[in-house]
């Protein structure tokens, strides 16, 4: 047996025919920037989230960036979030001269942690912006954050990227903070056909700020009234999210189905499995195991034909692209524990039981042997 880490193919292979369809609309109907299909994908989007308004951009990373640029975010000033998160979300606003500084992590659902993160913004000075990733499709804790952020006076992004769909306490994610950030890279839970991505808000000076920094600063047509970028999602991925976007509450009940099975399989196997907090709904964008001997484990499963990869071996203060700001190992002991025993297992929403009891059994075989 052969399984794969993602299976784009196969996952898509249910909704082939519409998608084709799609594209032969969108194809006869000419416009291909800016148009009706990402005005009404934008507008689906928002309302499934439930905010105000939505800005597709050209990717995740643009969504960080131009959401942080559009909450007033000057060079020199400081932002916060985890370590142990993809780079991006960090990289979108350092190479604009905004600094990033980071928060320990709790190890329950590896995400910022409140008590930390309240001990950071009474002492350090100068953060203007706390950045929480709902990392791998478990929301954080977003009473604690938001209630420590109002009270130092920070605004909140959050990083959304991996946790669409997902709900803190009955309400979904990018609803808590002045911004949110989504990716529609293709593994998303909710994915195009190469890079996209989207800013929430309710903020009315925001949205229109944002709007006019993904296209080149415009106010009107000709009319730069600030310098901007060129990052627009493109009508023919507008117009295959919209449709995915209708599919994608099935998708994550089925991600939550894979993933029972993985719990099931597991239970007695001498590793840590995911948790989910009793206000959380996770929608597992990946299922992320704890392991001793992490490197033994991954070379035996891939023998056994079965992908696997680390999100994210080497948390972002230990890059060599962040030296400069002065972190060394053991600055964040929980982040870079975790990083030295995490692994993903193989989720997506065609994965069948069987491939999963495959899976589980290789892992049983492993710390058997």
């Given amino acids: 047996m052969i399984v794969k880490m993602f299976d784009l193919a196969r996952d898509h292979e249910e909704v082939k025919s519409d998608l084709l369809k799609i594209a032969e609309r969108v194809l006869s109907d000419g416009e291909f920037i800016l148009g009706k299909e990402v005005r009404a994908f934008e507008e689906d989007f928002a309302r499934f989230v439930g905010v105000k308004h939505a800005v597709s951009v050209g990717s995740g990373t643009d969504a960080i960036k131009i959401a942080g640029l559009a909450n007033g975010l000057q060079r020199g000033d400081k932002v916060v979030t985890t370590p142990n998160t993809y780079i991006a979300t960090a990289m979108s606003l350092s190479l604009h001269g905004i ?19 309240k001990e950071m913004l009474a002492h350090e000075k100068g953060i203007k912006l706390c950045i929480p990733v709902h990392l791998y499709g478990h929301p954080c804790d ?7 952020c109002n ?27 002045g911004a949110s950030a989504f990716s529609f890279y293709p593994t998303k839970n909710l994915g195009c056909y190469g890079d996209g991505g989207i800013i929430l808000t309710n903020s ?27 990052s627009r999602l493109d009508e023919i991925q507008a117009a295959f999210l919209r449709y995915k976007l209708t599919k994608l509450s099935e998708w994550n009940e089925k991600r939550r189905v894979i993933a029972s099975w993985y719990v099931r399989g597991l239970q007695d196997a001498p590793v840590i499995l995911p948790q989910e907090e009793t206000w959380a709904y996770h929608v597992y964008h990946l299922f992320v195991i704890r392991v001793k001997q992490r490197d033994g484990l991954m070379r035996y499963l891939t023998d056994k034909n079965i992908t696997t990869l680390i999100h994210y071996p080497t948390p972002i203060h230990l890059q060599k692209a962040y030296s400069s700001l002065g972190y060394g190992p053991g600055s964040f002991p929980k982040a870079e524990g975790v990083a030295r025993e995490i692994v993903s297992l193989p989720l997506y929403p065609s994965l069948t039981e069987e491939e999963v009891g495959y899976v589980c059994e290789s892992i049983q075989e492993f710390y058997r042997a």
């Fill in 142 to 148: 977003m009473d604690a954050i938001a209630g420590i």
């Fill in 151 to 177: 009270e130092h006076g920070v605004d909140i992004l959050e990083d959304a990227c991996q946790a669409h769909g997902s709900l803190y306490k009955g309400r979904k994610v990018g609803t808590f903070g």
């Fill in 204 to 230: 009315d000076a925001m949205y229109e700020q944002a709007l006019m920094l993904r296209n080149h600063g415009q106010q009107g047509r000709h009319l730069h009234v600030k310098e901007g970028y060129n």
């Fill in 99 to 117: 600094e990033p500084v980071f928060c320990e992590i709790e190890t329950k659902t590896y995400n910022m942690d409140p008590e930390r993160l």
